[in-house]
């Protein structure tokens, strides 16, 4: 459940036609949508230094979207009474995808063509956001990041080496795993960023953590990109969010950006297939060094290879499709296909040397693909896909 409040504009607010030194054409308003958690002690100087170098030059409208346990929307609607613009909050009961999930929300509740998200802890100048807007529309473009990596920007806020060299890593991984999607993003780590609501396709988002620029630009990717420099500043008051448990978040996140495609997933099914083997082979190795026959061995070292299999695939692959079917049901229905690879490669190796002609080894070696593969489409559709309802059964 969320709550909102709005605060009045002042003269100047929103759409108010008689705002000068605007640097885009009409209708090139813009809606800054800064998603805050416990950001009480930062509020009002941003909202001052909004004031000062925003409504001038644009148009403007401020939602809040607030996940705070302290008193961050109070302090909120307090300072409001004194913009010159819109502000809204809306506090989240439930923090559903963190601070992601929170820009989503902002979206959804924005007024203009043009969305800036930023961070609430001043960190993020103001004084850019006619400057992405403006750059926007003179390249026509979907997205505009404010990029610290490009001439002219700098990640001189970051404190201590420690977060530079995570940024930087964070920077690295993500560019080497979405090579083509963030073709021309230099800074996908960057929470500072104007996107046309035009090119924002809200349902397809998922977002987990707070890195939404990746998520957007991964899932719905905008019609152009381009970029502008700015220098990240130092935190205004209070202390930053990123911690060890976001940062987990983030790479659980990678994951699933990653896998979103059919064929990464059924790479990433086989090379977790294949760490299956280390826990099968250690099993295998104890029971018979312990002097149990090799082939009821053999049957239940299985078991401890499809654990190890089932256990990760929960993690890294199929992690929010777990909801639909309850963890008993998905772990009988993946233990059953993964033990009925074994009831059907031996028939399978024995048609194909026996009805086509091949060899042990390729014949060998052909099943295992064929068995991998009817493996993994098993495992989607009959355990990890949702359950059809009655009703769309009855409609059918």
Same mark, same amino acid.
Request: proline share 7%.
């Given at each position: 459940?969320?709550?909102?409040?709005?605060?009045?504009?002042?003269?100047?607010?929103?759409?108010?036609?008689?705002?000068?030194?605007?640097?885009?054409?009409?209708p090139g308003a813009v809606t800054i949508v800064v998603p805050t958690f416990n950001e009480s002690a930062n509020v009002r100087q941003l909202l001052h230094q909004i004031t000062e170098s925003v409504p001038s030059r644009l148009?403007?409208?401020?939602?809040?979207?607030?996940?705070?346990?302290?008193?961050?929307?109070?302090?909120?609607?307090?300072?409001?009474?004194?913009?010159?613009?819109?502000?809204?909050?809306?506090?989240?009961?439930?923090?559903?995808?963190?601070?992601?999930?929170?820009?989503?929300?902002?979206?959804?509740?924005?007024?203009?063509?043009?969305?800036?998200?930023?961070?609430?802890?001043?960190?993020?100048?103001?004084?850019?956001?006619?400057?992405?807007?403006?750059?926007?529309?003179?390249?026509?473009?979907?997205?505009?990041?404010?990029?610290?990596?490009?001439?002219?920007?700098?990640?001189?806020?970051?404190?201590?080496?420690?977060?530079?060299?995570?940024?930087?890593?964070?920077?690295?991984?993500?560019?080497?795993?979405?090579?083509?999607?963030?073709?021309?993003?230099?800074?996908?780590?960057?929470?500072?960023?104007?996107?046309?609501?035009? !090119?924002?396709?809200?349902?397809?988002?998922?977002?987990?953590?707070?890195?939404?620029?990746?998520?957007?630009?991964?899932?719905?990717?905008?019609?152009?990109?381009?970029?502008?420099?700015?220098?990240?500043?130092?935190?205004?008051?209070?202390?930053?969010?990123?911690?060890?448990?976001?940062?987990?978040?983030?790479?659980?996140?990678?994951?699933?950006?990653?896998?979103? !495609?059919?064929?990464?997933?059924?790479?990433?099914?086989?090379?977790?297939?294949?760490?299956?083997?280390?826990?099968?082979?250690?099993?295998?190795?104890?029971?018979?060094?312990?002097?149990?026959?090799?082939?009821?061995?053999?049957?239940?070292?299985?078991?401890?290879?499809?654990?190890?299999?089932?256990?990760?695939?929960?993690?890294?692959?199929?992690? !929010?499709?777990?909801?639909?079917?309850?963890?008993?049901?998905?772990?009988?229905?993946?233990?059953?296909?993964?033990?009925?690879?074994?009831?059907?490669?031996?028939?399978?190796?024995?048609?194909?040397?026996?009805?086509?002609?091949?060899?042990?080894?390729p014949a060998t070696a052909l099943a295992l693909v064929i068995t991998f593969v009817l493996r993994f489409v098993g495992t989607e559709a009959l355990v990890y896909l949702p359950r059809r309802s009655r009703t769309a059964r009855?409609?059918?």
């Amino acid at each position: 459940m969320s709550q909102e409040y709005t605060a009045p504009g002042a003269p100047g607010e929103l759409g108010d036609p008689t705002v000068e030194g605007v640097e885009v054409p009409e209708p090139g308003a813009v809606t800054i949508v800064v998603p805050t958690f416990n950001e009480s002690a930062n509020v009002r100087q941003l909202l001052h230094q909004i004031t000062e170098s925003v409504p001038s030059r644009l148009p403007c409208e401020v939602v809040f979207v607030d996940d705070s346990t302290d008193d961050t929307p109070q302090v909120i609607e307090e300072a409001a009474q004194d913009c010159p613009f819109p502000v809204t909050v809306i506090h989240r009961d439930q923090p559903v995808g963190g601070l992601g999930g929170a820009v989503v929300e902002g979206m959804k509740a924005a007024g203009s063509d043009w969305i800036v998200v930023m961070d609430g802890d001043c960190q993020h100048p103001p004084s850019l956001v006619p400057d992405l807007v403006a750059t926007g529309e003179r390249a026509n473009a979907g997205l505009v990041v404010a990029s610290r990596y490009i001439k002219g920007g700098s990640r001189a806020g970051l404190a201590g080496s420690y977060r530079v060299a995570v940024s930087r890593a964070a920077t690295w991984l993500t560019k080497s795993l979405f090579p083509r999607r963030l073709h021309g993003i230099s800074d996908p780590m960057s929470g500072f960023f104007a996107i046309r609501r035009s !090119d924002i396709t809200a349902e397809a988002l998922k977002p987990l953590g707070y890195k939404i620029l990746l998520e957007l630009a991964v899932r719905s990717r905008p019609r152009a990109v381009t970029e502008v420099p700015f220098v990240f500043q130092e935190r205004f008051a209070g202390e930053s969010k990123s911690t060890s448990a976001e940062g987990r978040r983030f790479l659980r996140h990678l994951a699933g950006l990653r896998t979103a !495609d059919p064929l990464a997933r059924m790479v990433v099914f086989g090379l977790i297939g294949l760490t299956g083997f280390v826990p099968n082979l250690l099993a295998l190795w104890a029971m018979t060094r312990a002097g149990l026959h090799y082939l009821p061995a053999e049957i239940v070292a299985n078991q401890f290879g499809v654990a190890w299999n089932f256990l990760l695939i929960e993690k890294l692959l199929f992690r !929010d499709r777990r909801r639909h079917r309850h963890w008993a049901d998905r772990t009988v229905r993946f233990a059953l296909l993964a033990n009925a690879d074994l009831v059907l490669r031996i028939p399978l190796i024995a048609l194909l040397v026996g009805q086509f002609g091949l060899a042990v080894l390729p014949a060998t070696a052909l099943a295992l693909v064929i068995t991998f593969v009817l493996r993994f489409v098993g495992t989607e559709a009959l355990v990890y896909l949702p359950r059809r309802s009655r009703t769309a059964r009855s409609t059918a």
